[in-house]
């Protein structure tokens, strides 16, 4: 049976940091490339950025470029999202994902590309 499994949400301040992990058991993230996406109340589920395992390319939702850094521990089938800056639109549950290895990185910016969810951690962002 195939889980992940998210850690690491909470409350912060805006300016401040968190660090999501995302660990799976029943697959081997290796086999697939990893996302993770939020979904703050009342809105859709949005992208927030995506590594591959076999070469740890990553790509990022403009709106967290530069903020957000998602990166891999094959030792611990883990992917983690360190967010710096947080802002209050950042608030939301932030889920991870596993999905194909795909070449082009911007086709796994769609949630309906990925084969296996988490149940996602909250995030809270106060002003």
């Known amino acids: 049976q195939v889980q992940l499994v998210e850690f690491g949400g909470g409350l912060v301040q805006a300016g401040g940091s968190l660090r999501l992990s995302c660990t799976a058991s029943g697959l081997t993230f290796s086999n697939y490339a990893t996302g993770w996406f939020r979904q703050a109340p009342g809105k859709e589920r949005e992208f927030v950025a995506v590594?591959?395992?076999?070469?740890?390319?990553?790509y990022y939702a403009d709106s967290v470029k530069g903020r957000f850094t998602i990166s891999r521990d094959n030792t611990k089938n883990t992917v983690y999202l360190q967010m710096n800056r947080l802002k209050p639109e950042d608030t939301a549950v932030y889920s991870c994902?596993?999905?194909?290895?795909?070449?082009?990185?911007?086709?796994?910016?769609?949630?309906?590309?990925?084969?296996?969810w988490g149940q996602g951690t909250q995030v809270t962002v106060s002003s």
């Open positions: 994902a596993a999905g194909p290895n795909l070449t082009n990185l911007r086709r796994l910016d769609n949630a309906g590309k990925y084969d296996y």
């Open positions: 590594i591959k395992w076999s070469d740890t390319s990553t």
